[in-house]
């Protein structure tokens, strides 16, 4: 079975600084996909980034950019000029790559971006 | 826009009460998911299914079950509820066939047990 840690509850950070949230995993495939999910005070899950096992190339959007290191089965979230509109839980998340497969959540990092 | 909707937002039952959380979505996914989030547990899967009337557990089933008579439409039920099922119920859905790994999630169902 596929297990998602994540190893900081809770993190803070100044406003227009850079953060970085940390994820592990376990598994023994070796394709799937890695996601970084946030879900702000309205509780809707927002999809921020997400890569594929396969590629090489870490994945970026905007502000948000991951370090994906397959070998050692880590997957970090670095948000840069973070706003306070970045306050929110964030997890990390994993799924096989497999048409009907379940994705695995991490317990989350609650993170706060600090004016 | 495409929509996953949850029934209620929030919902207050009795102890012993039969519940329904109905979820709905209008994208034609073929899988739909219920999870469930806990402070300090990030979310934890109840049931998923696949197609109509297939269901399969998750990590928590016990205490749950769920219904999928039609394709749009996925029912979490909790035959008797307890204190220790109050909590958010997230329901979400996603495609099979590639690209099919993002998921589109409700807005969540905040469930008090009396």
């Known amino acids: 079975a596929q297990t998602v840690t994540q190893s900081q509850p809770e993190m803070s950070v100044q406003e227009a600084e850079t953060v970085t949230l940390s994820c592990t995993y376990d598994?023994?495939?070796?394709?799937?996909?890695l996601f970084w999910y946030k879900q702000p005070p309205s509780r809707q899950m927002i999809l921020v980034i997400r890569?594929?096992?396969?590629?090489?190339q870490n994945a970026t959007e905007n502000r948000f950019s991951v370090n994906f290191q397959k070998a050692a089965k880590s997957f970090s979230l670095k948000i840069s000029d973070s706003q306070l509109g970045d306050t929110a839980m964030y997890f990390c998340?994993?799924?096989?790559?497999?048409?009907?497969?379940?994705?695995?959540f991490g317990k989350g990092t609650r993170l706060s971006v600090i004016a | 826009d495409v929509k996953v909707t949850q029934s209620s937002r929030y919902l207050v039952k009795r102890t012993g009460e039969k519940v329904f959380l109905e979820c709905v979505q209008d994208?034609?996914?073929?899988?739909m998911f219920w999870y469930r989030q806990d402070p300090g547990l990030g979310l934890r899967l109840i049931y998923f299914?696949?197609?109509?009337?297939?269901?399969e557990k998750g990590d928590i089933p016990e205490g749950y079950s769920v219904s999928r008579e039609k394709k749009e439409r996925f029912s979490l039920i909790l035959e008797s509820a307890s204190t220790n099922q109050t909590s958010m119920y997230l329901c979400?859905?996603?495609?099979?066939?590639?690209?099919?790994?993002?998921?589109?999630f409700g807005s969540g169902t905040q469930l008090s047990v009396l």
């Open positions: 890569q594929e096992a396969y590629k090489q």
């Open positions: 598994t023994s495939e070796n394709n799937y996909y």
């Open positions: 994208m034609d996914h073929e899988n």
């Open positions: 998340a994993f799924m096989k790559y497999s048409g009907n497969t379940p994705l695995v």
């Open positions: 299914s696949y197609d109509v009337k297939m269901k």
């Open positions: 979400a859905s996603s495609a099979l066939t590639p690209p099919n790994e993002k998921l589109f």
